[in-house]
Structure formats: C-alpha cells, structure tokens
T-cell receptor
Framework: GEDVEQSLFLSVREGDSSVINCTYT??????LYWYKQEPGAGLQLLTY?????DMKQDQRLTVLLNKKDKHLSLRIADTQTGDSAIYFC???????????FGAGTRLAVHP | NAGVTQTPKFQVLKTGQSMTLQCAQD?????MYWYRQDPGMGLRLIYY???????DKGEVPNGYNVSRLNKREFSLRLESAAPSQTSVYFC????????????FGPGTRLTVT
C-alpha cells in the first residue's frame, strides 16, 4: 500500500546544513510536499515539487527528487534556531486523491 | 484575515460523550479537510469536503461525522467518544483539490478518558 517514511529525529548545529530524507512507495505520485510544523501550531507548506522535476531551489531550501529510488530530500542551508520544528513529507497524485503524510522529522538546532 | 480557525483549543471528554469540533476559514476556499495527528504518525485524513454541499470519507472516518454548514464552516462530530479518539485534530482548507496548498488551523487537542 501507500507509505511515506522519514527518520524521526535530526540534530544539527546552528549554521550547518540540514538534510531531511523521505522515501515513498506510490510511483504514480505527482506532487511531493514538505510541510513544517512549529510547536503548538498547524502545518505550513514550505515547498513542493512536481514529479517531473529533479530539483527545486527556494532561498535556503533545496528539494531533491530521485524518482527511480522514490527518494525525496529537503536541504536547509545555514540552519537557524528558528528552523527547529517538525518537517513532514507528503505525496499526492493530484485531484481528490488524498495526501499521504510521513510521521515527521523533528529537527533540533543547537548552538 | 484570520485564516483557518478552530474551536475549542483543548477538550477533555469522558468515554461515550459527544462533541462537535468547529472549523471556519475566511479565505473563500472551496475545499476543507479534517485530519488527526497521533504521536509518531503522520496526519491521517478523516473526512473532506471538496466543495460546499459535498463530503467524502478519508482514511479513518469511523466514529466521526461531518457537516459542511456553508462555504466557510466545516464541523467534525464525535457521537460517542472513545479513548482511541484521543488525538490532535487539524482542520485545513484549500482553493481546490488536494494538489493545492492546504492551510491548516492551530489544532484541537482532545483527550478521551
């Protein structure tokens, strides 16, 4: 069945790059998303990538997609303490096919 | 704009009690969603409403009912709460279908004892 997997925890030093990884199983996924959840808040869309793209860059964020291996990653350059949050990967096939979320990766940024 | 608002923020229920979680959005979005978030798991879709007047089941609809009262409001009802429904509930909305960005409310933390 459909499944999205992420590692649950990542700790990085302030100023370093963070790389959060995700694997998914549905080869028909059209859209892949990264959402951010800060403590006590709902999810906020960070970025997304269409399945016909390999890479997308948006300021400090770089998304890489390896469709052959069904692997998605989110790189945050120059990680700051304000980046501490839970990051969710999600896949969707578009239309009213529902999104499948991973369990989330908790990013902790320390001085 | 307030975005997506949810009430209440916290609720404690006894097993068998009923309650309604309220959600409203002021972005003129067509689609609205209810999710639950459990520790160590991603969000799971309970119900969604593609447009005013329609509702459809998601991944985990059992034990819940929904009402799309108008374009702004989408409520989630627990008729007879069970401890397994202890969770954080999020409402979301989007312009159109799932491929559009979803905007989330702050969540309702529900505990059923």
């Amino acid at each position: 069945g459909e499944d999205v997997e992420q590692s649950l925890f990542l700790s990085v030093r302030e100023g370093d790059s963070s790389v959060i990884n995700c694997t998914y199983t549905d080869s028909s996924s059209t859209y892949l998303y990264w959402y951010k959840q800060e403590p006590g808040a709902g999810l906020q869309l960070l970025t997304y990538i269409f399945s016909n793209m390999d890479m997308k860059q948006d300021q400090r964020l770089t998304v890489l997609l390896n469709k052959k291996d069904k692997h998605l990653s989110l790189r945050i350059a120059d990680t700051q303490t304000g980046d501490s949050a839970i990051y969710f990967c999600a896949e969707g096939t578009g239309g009213y096919n529902k999104l499948i979320f991973g369990a989330g990766t908790r990013l902790a940024v320390h001085p | 704009n307030a975005g997506v608002t949810q009430t209440p923020k916290f609720q404690v229920l006894k097993t068998g009690q009923s309650m309604t979680l309220q959600c409203a959005q002021d972005m003129n979005h067509n689609s609205m969603y209810w999710y639950r978030q459990d520790p160590g798991m991603g969000l799971r879709l309970i119900y969604y409403s593609a447009s005013e007047g329609t509702t459809d089941k998601g991944e985990v609809p059992n034990g819940y009912n929904v009402s799309r009262l108008n374009k702004r409001e989408f409520s989630l009802r627990l008729e007879s709460a069970a401890p397994s429904q202890t969770s954080v509930y999020f409402c979301a909305s989007s312009v159109g279908d799932f491929s559009y960005e979803q905007y989330f409310g702050p969540g309702t933390r529900l505990t059923v004892t």
